[in-house]
């Protein structure tokens, strides 16, 4: 841990204690800062405006990261393949956000994944971010084709910063529709940045980048320090066709 130790810090059990600075977590495993505490609001919205995120699986500790490099998406640079856009043109979709939160996170912990048995969503986090939604924290972005969800993502807004904690698709380019629609929005309200955690290929294909830890926390140290109001997100995002991303 920076030369310091090869331990990563042992968190007390106020939820208002500040987290150790996130240059100092372990290099093996990658970003390892902290453990334990608990996932009360306070304790994530701290997290979060530290560059750091819980991820954890079931019979674990409580295990708190912030890796470097960093996985982001610019929210100008959300890439959709030529082919992918022509399909968009003649779709019936539509995006909108905080319609139905609860049910966004409970596909995102049941969406099969490669390489990976069971879900680090469990019935602990998903109540957590449960409550950081009912405060006006969370959010998430869902698409409809009529009333059927077909895809959606959710994370967490502090200031003027979205970190994403995961996406999923029920039919065939859902999870990529409410990433560009998320994308697009958060432009439109001059929000430059979707956190994206940890690099995977398929993130990649979609335009996410790598960035030096160093400058993604330069970044979040700003904007989750900038104003914006917490609340549903329902009636400023509106609905957005999935014709409009082609």
């Known amino acids: 841990m920076a030369g310091m130790t090869q331990r990563p810090f042992l968190l007390p059990p106020d939820p208002t204690a500040p987290f150790p600075p996130a240059e100092l977590a372990l290099r093996r495993p990658d970003g390892l800062l902290a453990v334990g505490g608990d996932l009360s609001p306070a304790r994530l919205l701290n997290a979060y405006r530290g560059g750091i995120f819980p991820w954890f699986s079931d019979g674990q500790p409580i295990l708190w990261w912030s890796p470097d490099p960093r996985t ?16 968009l043109r ?20 049941n969406a099969p994944r490669r390489g990976q ?3 680090w969503i ?3 986090m998903q109540a957590a971010y ?4 009912r405060l006006g924290h969370a959010h998430s972005v869902e698409v409809f084709d009529g009333t059927r969800l077909a895809g959606g993502i959710y994370g967490v807004a502090v200031g003027r910063m979205f970190f994403g904690e ?14 560009a629609a998320l994308a697009q929005r958060l432009r439109a309200w001059d929000w430059p940045l979707i956190d994206a955690q940890v690099e995977n290929r398929h993130l990649r294909s979609l335009g996410a980048e790598l960035w030096p830890r160093t400058d993604f926390l330069r970044i979040v140290a700003a904007k989750t320090q900038e104003p914006a ?9 509106g609905e ?7």
């Open 72 to 87: 982001v998406f610019r929210t100008d640079g959300v890439r959709l393949s030529s082919k992918f856009r022509r399909s």
């Open 90 to 109: 003649r779709s019936h979709w539509v995006a909108r956000a905080d319609t139905c939160f609860v049910e966004v996170v409970a596909a995102c912990a």
């Open 117 to 119: 048995e069971g879900t």
């Open 122 to 124: 469990t019935a602990e």
């Open 130 to 133: 449960i409550e950081l939604h």
């Open 166 to 179: 995961s996406m999923f698709s029920a039919a065939s380019g859902g999870s990529k529709i409410a990433l």
């Open 229 to 237: 109001e917490a609340g549903s997100w329902s009636a400023r995002f």
């Open 240 to 246: 957005l066709p999935a014709s409009e991303l082609a």
